[in-house]
């Protein structure tokens, strides 16, 4: 038998309880012990719930407890989850975890010191929710060098484009739906800004390229920007428009990105639509893989934090190895990266259009019907500081600007 505590009885902490309860025959058959949840930390208090009995408010109680060797911590944010994550890594007892700002932050500490115990610290659920991709990138992929991943890490703004392409509706009311269904938080800005898949992307190039990737360091834009009329070009243009995390290996560097990106519908990932997340890893030698489902959700992300219970389980005592070394790997500047893009103008005089044609040599012009005050430009892949500098010597109205898969 193996003791285990859960850190907050929050959604996921409630679905990580019921999946083992619910399956505790295939979960103690698949860990080759008996998985027993003997603490709930939580502050709260939940009369006539099932784990009334082993609620516990006091985590050094848990730490203390050498009975106890494995910690679940899907408390979410950083604090108190780091010092909690880090104390019981240094008593030598595995965690796991679902929390994505965790990891971004200190992934690559915590996963040393789980080396130096003979102790684990996995993360499965921090990425995906219930898609396995971080065990793919350790284990499954280890003979490739990555050059690239890309992928729509985050299932709330997906559904907020997929509806906006699919009903017409604009981004203001398609949000107020979001919330509605639960899909969106009240305070949505780490999904609509990028900043959630940010870090999500963060953690799977520190994993593919084994050098510390700063969330930080990494150019993040929203969708809050991207309106009904954009929409419409992506269609005349048999495109979509998704909000993509991308990473791609250029020597000793990586171009890496989290922004709105048009894409043909031709593309896989065009066609992964409402709360669904699709992760693109292209390898050396496995050429393109792909990993597709639910990325959230309470069930689906328990079922990723159970499953790293069940491998801390079948590991204790001994460090399964995870490269990520704390060396941080260089970021190619934003401007130095090559793009394709889609630039609306506002028409300013019947010139606008030869003038902008003129300094984007070579770009293709695309106009709406029904949008005859504007028009737009496909430009020829180039610097993204050169087209910046040309709209700034150009000085024309800019409505949108949107980069387009290449």
Not at 33 to 45: A, E, F, G, P, S
Not at 103 to 116: K, M, N, P, R
């Amino acid at each position: 038998m193996i003791d285990i505590a859960i850190l907050g009885y929050g959604t996921v902490g409630s679905g990580v309880y019921e999946v083992i309860k619910n399956n505790q025959e295939i979960v103690d058959r698949k860990s080759g012990k008996h998985i027993n949840i003997k603490y709930v930390l939580d502050l709260r208090k939940f009369s006539g719930d099932p784990v009334e009995d082993i609620l516990t408010d006091d985590f050094e109680k848990i730490l203390n407890d050498e009975d106890v060797k494995i910690v679940a911590e899907v408390m979410g944010g950083v604090e108190p989850a780091y010092t909690f994550a880090k104390k019981a890594l240094l008593k030598g007892k595995s965690v796991v975890t679902s929390n994505k700002e965790l990891v971004a932050s200190h992934g690559q500490e915590l996963i040393a010191i789980a080396a130096t115990k003979k102790a684990n610290f996995l993360f499965e659920a921090s990425v995906g929710g219930g898609i396995p991709i971080i065990r793919p990138l350790c284990s499954s992929l280890t003979a490739d060098c990555i050059l690239e991943i890309k992928g729509i890490l985050n299932g709330t703004t997906n559904y907020i484009l997929t509806k906006m392409a699919y009903e017409g509706s604009g981004f203001d009311e398609t949000l107020k739906e979001a919330q509605a269904l639960g899909y969106a938080e009240k305070d949505p800005t780490n999904d609509i800004e990028g900043f959630d898949s940010v870090r999500k992307l963060a953690i799977l190039s520190s994993l593919a390229y084994k050098k510390t990737v700063d969330f930080r360091d990494i150019y993040t834009e929203g969708i809050t920007k991207i309106t009904k009329t954009d929409i419409e070009y992506a269609k005349a243009l048999n495109s979509t428009i998704k909000l993509i995390g991308e990473s791609r290996l250029k020597g000793d560097k990586i171009d890496a990105k989290v922004a709105p990106l048009m894409i043909k519908n031709t593309h896989p990932i065009a066609m992964v639509n409402g709360v669904f997340n699709a992760i693109f890893i292209n390898g050396d030698m496995s050429g393109d893989t792909m990993y597709y489902g639910s990325g959230a959700g309470k069930l689906p992300t328990a079922s990723a934090v159970v499953s790293d219970i069940i491998d801390a389980a079948r590991h204790v005592g001994v460090n399964i190895r995870i490269d990520w070394d704390d060396e941080k790997m260089p970021i190619i500047p934003l401007g130095d990266t090559k793009v394709c893009a889609m630039i609306r103008f506002a028409k300013k005089d019947a010139k606008t259009e030869e003038r902008c044609v003129a300094a984007f040599d070579g770009a293709d012009i695309i106009r709406l019907e029904g949008h005859e005050g504007e028009f737009a430009l496909l430009t020829k892949a180039q610097n993204e500081s050169d087209i910046k500098a040309i709209l700034e010597k150009l000085g024309e109205e800019v409505l949108s600007f949107i980069r387009m898969e290449g």
